[in-house]
C-alpha cells in the first residue's frame, strides 16, 4: 500500500506528532495491563490479561484501512491491535470480528504512521494469546 506524499508544514508535522503520540500511549497502556497482571501472580497464559487491548480503526486519504486475515484474500479487517511503536512505523496485530466477539490472529503489519490521518478507538477487549 503506498502511502500519498504530503506537504511537510506545521500542521503535518503537528497531526503526525498527535498521532504518533496516541499510538504510544495505547501501545503504553496496553503494556502497563499485562506487566499489572504479572505483578498479580497471574503468569499463566492461558488466562490473558483482563482487557489488554484497545481495538483501533485507522483511516489514510484513501478511507478506513483494511488488511487481509487470509491467504486467499477473502477476509479481510479494519480492526487493529498496537503491539509496538517505532519513530515511523507501528505494527498492528490484525483482529477478527467472529460472531460478534472480537479475537487477536497471529498476523501483524508494519504500518508508516505517517500515512494516518485519523485513529478510531474502541472498548478495551482481552487479547488472550500466548508469547512465549
Known amino acids: 500500500m503506498g ?8 500542521n503535518n508535522n503537528q497531526t503526525r506528532n498527535s498521532i504518533y503520540d496516541l499510538l504510544r500511549r495505547i501501545d503504553q497502556m496496553q503494556k502497563e ?3 499489572n497482571n504479572l505483578r498479580n501472580g497471574c503468569e499463566n497464559c492461558m488466562l ?4 489488554n487491548t484497545k481495538p ?3 483511516y489514510n486519504q484513501c478511507g478506513i484501512f483494511s488488511a487481509t486475515i487470509d491467504a486467499a484474500n477473502t477476509t479481510a479487517t ?13 505494527v498492528l496485530r490484525l483482529l477478527q470480528v467472529e460472531d460478534g466477539v472480537t479475537t487477536c490472529t497471529n498476523m501483524t503489519l ?15 477487549i482481552n487479547c488472550e ?4
Do not use: H, K, P
Open 3 to 10: 502511502c500519498a506524499a504530503t506537504v511537510n508544514n506545521n
Open 33 to 35: 495491563v499485562i506487566i
Open 48 to 51: 490473558g490479561s483482563l482487557n
Open 56 to 58: 483501533i480503526s485507522i
Open 78 to 90: 479494519t480492526l487493529f491491535r498496537v503491539e509496538e511503536v517505532n519513530d515511523e512505523t507501528v
Open 110 to 124: 508494519v504500518y508508516n504512521i505517517a500515512c494516518i490521518c485519523c485513529v478510531q478507538c474502541f472498548e478495551s
Open 129 to 132: 494469546r500466548c508469547t512465549n
